[in-house]
């Protein structure tokens, strides 16, 4: 693979990895928003990723596809008073656990520094390599 292919996947992978992270932010901007009465609550959202091929570079590089609601069960608190109570007095939540969401912010976060670690050193050995070049 030639230098600029792997500066061109290095990029994909950062700009999905900024995607992953502004869908987790969402996520925990949310996860204590309360549902208006008679409404479903915010839930969570997952990305989803894919490969596609880079027709006019020939390189495969990874995008976000969609994102897709999480169908795990909302949370429920009681709080009788709040006009969205059942019944019952409980209300539903976000499904949003946020220690979750700070995990897999985290591992966003590596990966997009893992592409930046290679375009980093793509352009010292492009650097180095230009420096030989000059001293022959």
Do not use: C, W
């Given at each position: 693979m030639n230098v600029f292919k792997s500066l061109l996947v290095a990029a994909a992978g950062m700009r999905t990895q900024n995607a992953r992270m502004r869908i987790i932010s969402q996520n925990l901007a949310n996860a204590n928003s309360t549902p208006e009465p008679g409404k479903a609550p915010y839930r969570r959202q997952i990305p989803t990723f894919k490969n596609v091929m880079d027709q006019t570079n020939g390189v495969e590089v990874v995008t976000m596809s969609k994102t897709v609601a999480?169908?795990?069960?909302?949370?429920?608190?009681?709080?009788?008073?709040?006009?969205?109570?059942?019944?019952?007095?409980?209300?539903?939540?976000?499904?949003?656990?946020?220690?979750?969401?700070?995990?897999?912010?985290?591992?966003?976060?590596?990966?997009?520094?893992?592409?930046?670690?290679?375009?980093?050193?793509?352009?010292?050995?492009?650097?180095?390599?230009?420096?030989?070049?000059?001293?022959?």
């Open positions: 999480d169908q795990s069960p909302f949370r429920r608190k009681f709080s009788p008073g709040h006009p969205a109570a059942d019944e019952l007095g409980y209300i539903q939540l976000p499904n949003v656990n946020g220690l979750i969401e700070m995990m897999d912010m985290k591992d966003a976060q590596q990966s997009y520094e893992a592409n930046l670690n290679v375009i980093k050193s793509t352009q010292r050995m492009m650097g180095s390599t230009l420096d030989l070049l000059r001293r022959s």
